[in-house]
């Protein structure tokens, strides 16, 4: 029995030492759920500020394109509709068609890559509270250390190299 009571208390001490790690996919599906719950639920509030700054800007630069790649795709359709009553808002600024083309191509290309920059943030939000829940509990004392040294590996012919040891 004394065996028995033994084991007892050490299992009851490891219980009472162990950490409860965070769980890094429910970070990463809070984070696909809303942007900046992972963030939250790893306790690193300081970020939710950034991730949202982030998607302000997102946002930002695809209105501001969008809205300008509609009005030169505009003044194109009403400089091509076969009317010359018609008069579009660029017909003294940008006389020639050409150069209505090609802002409007320009625009439309910062418009899409602004969904592509969307998107991607989306996707770093989500690594970043999968990542940040994983290394929560990451030993970053003062006991670890490395080393590095030469070695002579033992081979048919004489060879050396590095060695390096980790300690924990």
Do not use: C, H
């Not at 696909?32 to 939710?48: D, E, M, R, S, V």
């Not at 930002?60 to 003044?75: D, G, V």
């Not at 290309?109 to 509270?129: P, Q, T």
Request: no cysteine; glycine share 4%.
């Amino acid at each position: 029995t004394d065996l028995k009571v033994e084991n007892i208390i050490v299992k009851d001490t490891l219980k009472k030492n162990t950490i409860n790690p965070l769980a890094p996919s429910k970070a990463a599906f809070y984070s696909a759920i809303l942007p900046g719950l992972g963030q939250a639920y790893n306790t690193k509030y300081w970020k939710i500020p950034v991730i949202y700054a982030g998607f302000g800007a997102m946002s930002y630069f695809f209105t501001i394109n969008n809205s300008r790649y509609l009005k030169y795709k505009k003044a194109l359709i009403l400089r091509n509709d076969d009317d010359e009553t018609t008069i579009d808002d660029y017909a003294t600024q940008y006389p020639n068609q050409q150069t209505l083309i090609e802002y409007k191509d320009y625009y439309r290309r910062n418009r899409d890559l602004s969904v592509i920059g969307f998107a991607l943030f989306y996707v770093l939000n989500i690594v970043d509270a999968n990542v940040d829940a994983n290394l929560f509990y990451f030993d970053v004392s003062d006991d670890l250390s490395m080393e590095w040294m030469p070695v002579a590996i033992p081979s048919s012919t004489f060879a050396s190299g590095i060695g390096i040891k980790l300690k924990f």
